[in-house]
């Protein structure tokens, strides 16, 4: 059965570095998702993509986030100078349109030391 | 805007017996789907049941049905016959926008199933 797949699975990094978190959306899915769990929290909404670029974010999504689909396969999204407060679970999703269901990857759990 | 409220942090209930989480949500869409989703301690999000809110009939997936009550913005999950595997967070969400991937989640409730 075909599956979202995030890379890695866990992430450790120091406060102030740049950290990119993957994932291999399902193949012939056409919108791409991310969201956040800081733990014990619940998920929260940060970006939509479609078609290249940004369809909705949220006001968490701020310049200090970006997404890219770099190629056919990956959906990235990049923290570029992290803060302690960052880390959580991120989870991506696919779907293969916008009002199909979106399927979830298991997660990358990013700790901020 | 948006919001999903869960009103139950944690619930529990016994092996084999039945078991209702509730959520209310609010929203100025008259199209849009509403969704539970199971976290087991893995923290992977997994769909338990959808709802489209043009469908009048509740939706059912095996031990899983909803109460669908759209006028009164409500949205219940009950579990039949539960099983040890059913221990999880619980998160009610809805879509909104026409999507099902833009979603706004619910705090979750925490199931226990005592043996």
């Known amino acids: 059965e075909p599956e979202v797949t995030q890379t890695p699975s866990h992430q450790v990094t120091q406060m102030g570095q740049e950290v990119i978190l993957r994932c291999v959306p399902i193949?012939?899915?056409?919108?791409f998702y991310w969201y956040r769990q800081i733990l014990g929290q619940k998920v929260e909404f940060l970006v939509s993509?479609?078609?290249?670029?940004?369809?909705?974010k949220s006001e968490i999504f701020d310049d200090q986030f970006s997404v890219e689909r770099p190629d056919g396969s990956n959906f990235t999204l990049k923290i570029r100078s992290t803060k302690l407060e960052d880390s959580a679970m991120y989870f991506c999703?696919?779907?293969?349109?916008?009002?199909?269901?979106?399927?979830f990857g298991q997660g990358t759990r990013l700790t901020v030391v | 805007a948006q919001t999903v409220t869960q009103s139950q942090p944690e619930m529990s209930v016994q092996e084999a017996e039945t078991v209702t989480l509730s959520c209310t949500y609010d929203?100025?869409?008259?199209?849009?789907?509403l969704f539970w989703y199971k976290q087991p301690p893995s923290r992977q999000m997994i769909l338990v049941i959808r709802?489209?809110?043009?469908?009048?009939q509740n939706a059912t997936e095996n031990r899983f049905s909803v109460n669908f009550q759209k006028a009164a913005k409500s949205f219940s999950l009950k579990i039949s016959d539960s099983q040890l595997g059913d221990a999880a967070m619980y998160f009610c969400?809805?879509?909104?926008?026409?999507?099902?991937?833009?979603?706004?989640f619910g705090k979750g409730t925490k199931l226990s199933v005592k043996p």
């Open positions: 709802q489209e809110a043009y469908k009048q």
């Open positions: 993509f479609y078609n290249n670029e940004i369809s909705e």
């Open positions: 193949s012939n899915h056409l919108y």
């Open positions: 969400a809805s879509g909104y926008g026409g999507s099902q991937g833009n979603l706004i």
């Open positions: 929203t100025s869409e008259s199209d849009y789907y």
């Open positions: 999703a696919s779907s293969s349109f916008r009002a199909t269901e979106a399927f």
